[in-house]
């Protein structure tokens, strides 16, 4: 019995020290990415070293090196392309009546909402990007990961869809079905690449929320 006792208090106090990992290197990754930014804003990112952006973020150049690999990946930060599960779920499971780019817009905005939770760092890296569009331009390119991540949940749909049609349709192969699920999820990408550019360069601060829809609906308007 104090065996048991022990091992659920060892459990707990583990996964308690876990979240604080967690929580101190979210706090670290920030804090090295509000450096960046701000030196850059003032004084060039050019002319900007590792060693300072480490003294004001107050960490040494090796916990710098362990977060970022280069002053340039720190600037543009953790890659925001990540799929939210709940969004995710139910544009699989939305059914055939409803557009498909009405719910890959709902997810794209999810993802913007989360990128830009910390609206200070939000908008300095907004003013650094446009001083260096070539950091912009590896944001929106460095998405492979996340192209292959949107192909197979757009898949999922489409198989759903073909599964809840009438059986008098024509229900495509798995090779049509493929297919489709890739450009669907290339333009659905084109027109998010669209909105970030808008967002580079807009000077009234829009929401990325904002152009992503502006961008989806021009780009209905061309369906």
Do not use: C
């Amino acid at each position: 019995m104090i065996d048991a006792v022990s091992t659920m208090t060892s459990a707990t106090e583990e996964t308690a020290t876990l979240g604080l990992r967690e929580r101190k290197r979210i706090a670290t990754s920030r804090s090295i990415q509000h450096a960046v930014l701000e030196l850059s804003r003032d004084k060039g990112l050019d002319n900007v070293t590792v060693d300072e952006i480490s003294r004001r973020a107050d960490v040494s150049p090796r916990t710098f090196f362990n977060y970022f690999s280069s002053k340039e990946a720190a600037v543009l930060g953790d890659s925001p392309f990540s799929l939210p599960p709940a969004e995710v779920e139910a544009f699989v499971n939305a059914g055939p009546g409803t557009p498909v780019f009405d719910g890959l817009l709902d997810i794209m905005r999810a993802i913007a909402d989360t990128d830009s939770q910390d609206y200070d760092m939000h908008q300095l890296r907004k003013l650094v990007i446009r001083d260096y569009p070539h950091l912009l331009v590896q944001r929106i390119t460095s998405m492979r990961e996340f192209e292959i991540d949107l192909t197979a949940v757009v898949g999922r749909r489409l198989a759903a869809d073909a599964r809840g049609t009438d059986s008098g349709s024509e229900i495509p192969d798995q090779q049509q079905l493929d297919e489709r699920a890739r450009l669907i999820a290339l333009v659905a990408i084109a027109a998010m690449r669209h909105a970030w550019a808008r967002w580079a360069e807009s000077p009234d601060g829009q929401t990325m929320s904002t152009l992503l829809t502006r961008s989806f609906r021009e780009l209905q308007t061309l369906l």
